[in-house]
């Protein structure tokens, strides 16, 4: 009878972990956004997610960790540690609107003369976006920033890896910057 109880007492416990751990997913637009994510070796943790929107269509979720959360957008931008934006598609998109709009918020936050002295790492990252073709609602584009440059990913599947430790706070500028992709998704990363 003892052990009938303890094996319940034990079961009942695993089931609130499990459950416990379910919640610990939020939930932005219908899309599971996870707490932590492991890059490199290394656990970032959630610093904030929100929706991209485009003139009221959702376009995609995006969700970005730091080893280092903060509400600080230029320590998240040009501090120490990784960085990871996961974006989840809410939408059909073609590689060239992406890229497209990736340039378009370089543009907006970088000078001409840090665009110029980018230019060969923009081409790369243009080519590794082009490398995706179409995208499809559920599909990810994961962005890993480190000390040493960037990393591409869709769907998990490597796209490309830019060597330039310059680019990483480039790119992030896009949603950080002072002129981001859009207001309310940048607060949203930045956790407020």
Known sequence: MRNARRMMQTVLFAASLAIAN???ALDVAGVKVEERVQVAGKELALNGAGLRTRLFFK???????????????T????????????????????????????EEGLRNNLTEAERAALKPS????????RSIGK????????????GEGLSIAYNGSPRGKIADERIGPAVLKVWLGE?????????ALLGR
């Open 122 to 129: 923009i081409e790369a990252l243009g080519t590794a976006m």
């Open 22 to 24: 379910a919640a610990m």
């Open 59 to 73: 376009v995609y979720v995006a969700a970005l960790y730091a080893e280092k959360p903060s509400k600080d957008a």
């Open 179 to 187: 002129k981001p992709a859009e207001e309310a998704l940048k607060q």
């Open 135 to 146: 995208v499809v609602p559920g599909d990810t584009v994961t962005l890993d920033f480190s």
């Open 75 to 102: 320590v998240l931008i040009a501090g120490p540690g990784s960085r990871r934006i996961v974006m989840t598609m809410l939408r059909e998109l073609d590689a060239e609107t992406l890229q497209g709009a990736l």
